[in-house]
Every structure is written in C-alpha cells, then in structure tokens.
C-alpha cells in the first residue's frame, strides 16, 4: 500500500516538473501563443494517439453522455493555455506562473459547485491570502501596463484550469489519463485550427525543435500524468500537492532566461506559495 502511495506522488512530481517547463517554452517561442497552442496540442495529439496503440489503451467514450464534459472540458483547456501564454507574453515568467498559481485556491473555492463535498469557511481566508500575494505583483493597477494585463490573463487562466479540472474529476476520472489528454488535444486542435489561416508563421521552422518539446514533454507526459493523479487524490489535493511548479517554473526562468527577480515578486510569491502550503498541512491532517 505504501508502495503504491508513494509511485503516485512520485507520477504527480513527475508531472509537475514536466508541466513546469511550459513557462520557459512559451516565453521562448517566438511565435503567436494561438499558434504555439495549435502546434501544441497537434503533435501531443499524434503522440499520444500512437501511445495509446502502443499500450492497446482504448480510446472509445463509453456513454453518450459523456461527449459534453470531453468537449467542454477541452474548451476550457484550450482557453487555459491560450491565456496562460498571453500572460507569459506580457509579462515573465515568475509573474505568469505565480498568477496561474492560485489555481489552487481556485480549485478549492469552486469545488463545492462541482461535487457534493461540504464548503470550508478557511478557503475564504486562504483566498484573501492569495489577494494580498498578487497585490505585491502589481507595481501599480493600472490596465495599459503590459505586466498588469499579464497577470489578468494568467488568474483567468487558472479559472479556467481549475474548472477543467473540476469538470473532468467529476464526470470522466474514471476513464485513463491518457485518454482523456488525447481528446483535450484534439479539441483543443480543432478550435485552433482557423488561426492558421490569419497569423504570422514565420520563423516557425527555427522554433519547431521548442514547439515538439512543448508538445512531448510539457504536454503529452506532463498533462496526462497529472490527470492520471485525479484517479488517487481528490482534485483539490492533486493541485495542492503540485505547489512546486511555481518554483520550477521560476528556476527554469532564471537558469535559462536570466530573468531577474523583484522584491515584490519574492513576497507576492511567497503569499501564494504559503497560502499553499498552508492548505496542504491541513488537508493532509
């Protein structure tokens, strides 16, 4: 039983690192985030499909009325990463995941709607905590700053990450990680697919090594090992045990963007990272 405890967690750090890298990639890539996205979700979706041959996994949607949590889970998805890589465009990466961070928090406060589990006045605090910690990232609110627009779209896009992974937990956790990545991607592919039509491609084939890195690591093995992890532990859990991405993410920034960090950022972040750590002493009590 231990056994099993501990290559669950070690499946759910695995995936964190891995989706930690999406920071470094997006700021990276020199392309439209709409096309990063396409290309993202495309070639994860090929692969995935491959591996799910490989593995005789199938991929077959066993009710009907499963087809409306698949699509709309995959919209949101889809708004997610588009947001999430506006933020990283406007911004840097430290402010753009530590935006995206409070999903956590998120994810607790809207749970209640989603699933029958019984609403802790604490998250309110929590939540306050989490607004402090962004306020800190904030020089000054003022919305023609490109750094405050970043931080919008990174808290929109946890709003949407963390109703994605709400919908998903309660309509299809039963169904493989890696099929439920496979369908998000190939929505995700769909919706995208008319911004090839009327932005800028050029230079893509200088990005494209980034672009299959994106796909592979960052997507494929790190999203499909995370939603695996929503077979183990309840969702908030899951989103609280990955509370080392942030750090990760920044890391990765530093070591190979040379960004550079604000005492501001050191202490909004460390609101954040506190407020989950903080949930993640108590739920585990």
Known sequence: MKNAHLKNLSSLLLAT?????SGVLGKYIALPAEIIIWFRASMAMVFLFMYCRYQKID??????????????SGVFMAAHWVTYFY?????????????????????????????????????????????????FLVPEFDLESDQVKGILFGVFSAICYAIRILILKQHVSNYNGTVLMFYQTVIVSILLFPTLFFMD?????????????????????????MLHSLKFFSATTTTIISSLQPIFGIGLAVLFLSEALTLNTYIGGGLILLTVGVESVRSKK
């Open 201 to 225: 491609l050029s230079g893509l084939q200088g990005q494209f090594p980034y672009l299959l890195l994106l796909a592979l690591f960052t997507t494929a093995i790190g999203h499909s090992l």
């Open 87 to 135: 933020a990283l465009k406007l911004s840097n990466v430290a402010l753009g995941v530590l935006s995206l961070y409070t999903f956590p928090i998120i994810t607790a406060l809207l749970e209640p709607l989603f699933i029958k589990v019984k609403f802790n006045p604490i998250y309110l605090v929590l939540g306050i905590m989490v607004l402090v910690g962004l306020s």
């Open 17 to 21: 690192l891995c989706i930690s890298t």
């Open 59 to 72: 991929l077959k949607i066993q009710s009907s009325k499963e087809h409306f949590p698949f699509f709309i």
